[in-house]
């Protein structure tokens, strides 16, 4: 399938990926001056995959972006000031200086969450959401990102293996940039191909070239039609190299310089930026005009963050608890009639087929969540393992 | 009236939140069709459906994990450890993403973690824990151990109902062999508040979870000696009720903790730490303590009798600090 991005919509990825950039080179800056608190997790190189897969989502789905992933949030509608006053430990910031970096989100208007530091949390946890949304009737994919390294973890294994047998309508990016910290990626796992993991769960996987914005945008929107047709989740490798070393303090002097002159060739804003001009999708003007007004938002948001004040000392006591501060509340696209008794009630039995198939026993169960509709029986099972249930 | 045991109060707190409120859902292993374990969670899916009563793969992380998420969006999900010394396997997403969400960024996680714990009935090392002080450690989470099945229904709406993580220890030793007449109507139990169980002048035991009733075991065996003892069931560790405690060693200054978790960082050491912070003054001899020994939960029945602690080691070490 042909990427059916507008003109208008290609100027809006290069606005985005621009500004992911631009952003990130002025937090060097501050680094430079002191002025970021902790560590500072560069995505040079990384851009078309935060930026292209945030942008295929429609509004009203999930995302959990990762540390190196602040184009996501750029595309969900953050600005430079959360981003900066963030790294600033300001009490302007969405955490109010409780977090740093990327970690924060807004689950009520933006459907972002906020990472851990942990890597491969987020996959149960877009799971759930996931399973959270179809239950309460909506249309809606979750997605989440992780890196090679992130991908040797226990939960990753765990997560997507109940989001494969949930069918749950989520997209795991895999983020392959070649290095997790100082450790290459032939030293997390012995695949050739990262997206290969997902044979393991039963769920799809495509591999895409990660420095390519359009075909990055374009796998990631497909893979969105396909796991909210309730096919599944989709697990999207994305090739790319990590250009920087793993934070600010980090030279990376372990990578090989050949493979960095390599990946060079191959930046993504390069490549996009050729493409618009081939394809005559703008001018020199129009490239001005974006980058001045990428250049004067940071400068704004910069300014913002150094005249916000630092959090009150004792705010620190603020906030473990919430106290009656947030409302719990669903969003209901479906009638809660279907899902409470007499309507949900079902008979406690597992509606298994193809009992003793190739003589291996039960094999696959029928009732795979988003096809049980409420209040239709299950069909009738070949097996009955446990009949007898009722209060 | 029927009487209710201590697991049927806690199937009955599932059943009536699950009518209540649409949002509720229960999630875990075998909770399903099978109905539990041990079956706490019996019928459920008969009534409420598969999308409401959902079983999982054996993934402790993810059952936490994607419980976390269903309360991201606006649910209010029940995640089941079968036996809760499996919540190891999921202390990660506990910790670090559950305990950590609110404080970090504001996201509020509304999900009950529930399962069975304690010893008593020769589980051996991974079906016995008290696993409850890891999180006592943690801010951000609240932990709820219930002595009597009153309690365990009303604490477990409350915990349904509160717009935190909420770790429900239930003790399996008392499932079935408590019971009690329960109100009809819907009642609730307020999270972080203790009951004095028997009123004494003498000294303080301060308990929680099945000791509670080796406490009161204790208690009247003592009372045939003299010596009249009050008995506190803490029934919340985190938070906990430093007031009750605290008022009830004013009166008897004498204060024993007796807990089935083992004794090197037990809440007996934090209590006994409040009590000489707050009411040193008020105190008439040194604070003891009644606690399983510092080794993991032994199987043979015989090791088990001599790990954990029991009325008659109430009674000895409570007649011991009387005649202090």
Avoid at chain 1, 37 to 46: E, F, H, N, R, W
Avoid at chain 2, 18 to 25: E, G, I, K, L, Q
């Amino acid at each position: 399938m042909a990427s059916t991005l507008t003109p208008k919509q290609h100027l809006e990825l290069y606005y985005f990926m621009r500004l992911n950039r631009e952003l990130e080179e002025q937090m060097v800056r501050l680094f430079r001056q002191n002025k970021i608190v902790g560590g500072l997790y560069p995505s040079l190189g990384q851009e078309a995959i935060s930026v292209g897969t945030a942008y295929a989502l429609a509004p009203g789905d999930w995302i959990a972006p990762m540390i190196r992933n602040i184009g996501a949030l750029l595309v969900r509608g953050f600005k430079p000031r959360d981003v900066v006053t963030q790294h600033m430990a300001r009490y302007t910031s969405p955490t109010q200086g409780k977090d740093g970096t990327s970690h924060f989100g807004d689950l009520k208007s933006r459907h972002v969450v906020s990472p851990t530091s942990m890597l491969g949390d987020l996959i149960p946890v877009m799971t759930g959401i996931a399973m959270a949304g179809r239950y309460l009737g909506q249309k809606i994919v979750t997605m989440t990102w992780i890196g090679d390294g992130g991908t040797s973890t226990g939960v990753f294994h765990e997560g997507l293996n109940l989001a494969a047998v949930q069918k749950a309508p989520f997209l795991l990016i895999v983020e392959n940039n070649q290095w997790a910290y100082s450790t290459p990626v032939e030293k997390q796992s012995a695949l050739r191909d990262l997206a290969d993991r997902a044979k393991a769960y039963g769920i799809k996987s495509v591999i895409v070239d990660g420095n390519d914005i359009v075909a990055v945008e374009r796998t990631t929107r497909e893979a969105a039609a396909y796991a909210r047709a309730g096919n599944g989740p989709v697990l999207i490798e994305a090739k790319t190299m990590r250009m920087l070393g793993h934070a600010q303090h980090d030279a990376a002097e372990y990578v090989p310089k050949a493979m960095l002159e390599a990946w060079k060739q191959r930046d993504p804003l390069d490549r996009f930026e050729k493409l618009l001009t081939e394809k005559k999708l703008w001018d020199a003007k129009t490239k001005k005009e974006i980058d001045e007004r990428i250049a004067s938002e940071i400068r704004a948001d910069v300014e913002f963050a150094e005249n916000s004040p630092l959090p009150p000392p004792a705010s620190a006591e603020e906030g473990v608890y919430c106290e009656g501060c947030h409302t719990i509340e669903a969003d209901w696209q479906r009638p809660k009639e279907q899902v409470m008794p007499p309507r949900s009630s079902v008979k406690a039995e597992w509606p298994l087929k193809s009992y003793a198939a190739n003589g291996a026993g039960p094999r696959g169960t029928e009732h795979a969540a988003p096809k049980t509709k409420p209040g239709k029986k299950p069909e009738r099972a070949a097996v009955r393992i446990r009949a007898k249930a009722g209060r | 009236m029927a009487e209710t045991t201590y697991l049927e109060a806690i199937r009955q707190a599932m059943f009536e939140e699950m009518d209540r409120d649409p949002s509720v859902v229960l999630i875990g292993e075998d909770v399903g069709v099978y109905g539990g374990a041990f079956k706490a969670s019996e019928g459920l899916v008969a009534r409420y459906g598969w999308e409401r009563v959902i079983d999982t793969p054996i993934s402790e992380s993810a059952i936490v994990g994607a419980a976390i998420g269903m309360s991201y969006a606006g649910l209010r999900p029940i995640a089941e450890m079968q036996f809760i010394d499996f919540i190891a396997c999921a202390f990660e997403m506990v910790t670090n993403f559950a305990a950590k969400s609110h404080y970090r960024w504001g996201a509020p996680v509304p999900m009950v973690l529930r399962g069975p714990s304690g010893g008593g009935v020769h589980g051996g090392p991974f079906h016995s824990a008290n696993p409850e002080m890891y999180f006592v450690h943690t801010p951000g989470l609240k932990v709820v151990c219930p002595a009597t099945a009153h309690d365990a229904k009303g604490l477990l709406k409350s915990a349904i109902r509160d717009n935190n993580p909420v770790l429900f220890f239930e003790h399996k030793f008392l499932y079935r062999r408590i019971k009690e007449e329960l109100p009809v109507d819907d009642f609730t139990v307020p999270i972080g508040k203790a009951a004095v169980r028997r009123e004494g002048r003498d000294l303080t035991i301060v308990s929680y979870a099945a000791m509670v009733h080796a406490s009161l075991e204790a208690a009247v065996q003592l009372a045939g000696e003299g010596i009249e003892a009050e008995v506190i069931d803490l029934r919340t560790l985190l938070p906990l009720d430093r007031e009750t405690i605290l008022r009830s060693v004013r009166k008897t200054n004498k204060l024993l903790v007796v807990h089935e978790d083992t004794r090197t960082g037990g809440i007996a050491g934090e209590i006994a730490a409040i009590v000489t912070e707050d009411a040193f003054e008020e105190l008439d001899g040194p604070i003891r303590r009644v606690t399983s020994l510092d080794t993991p939960v032994p199987y043979a029945p015989g090791l088990e009798e001599y790990f954990l602690p029991s009325a008659g080691k109430v009674v000895a070490a409570a007649r011991e600090l009387a005649h202090y």
